[in-house]
């Protein structure tokens, strides 16, 4: 398996990959992300909202929520993301715990 971003993706697919930051802010963590970074409701973090652009042009639709852990489990990113239906597909593997 391999872990690929969507930067990679879209460069791959000839798309022409680009960024344009959105925001880029410290702020007040809303009560989903200080639960999903371990934090306390209204801590301070840094909000980084970009948008990911390539040659094609399409309407995102499918998206998810994702937290990201360090090596030692601590949580250090929590974001949502927005794919083009057309160019993702999701393969989910559901363990027990």
Known sequence: ME????????AQAGAGPATRLLRYEVTAASNDAAAALGLPPG??????????????????LPAMQRTTYSD?????????????????????????R
């Open 3 to 10: 872990l690929c971003s969507l930067w990679d993706d879209l």
């Open 43 to 60: 801590a301070e973090i840094v909000r980084l909202e970009r948008l990911r652009l390539g040659k094609r042009s399409g309407i995102p």
């Open 72 to 96: 030692s489990g601590r949580a250090v990113e929590f974001g949502t993301h927005v794919y083009r239906a057309e160019t993702y597909s999701f393969q989910i593997t559901l363990v027990g």
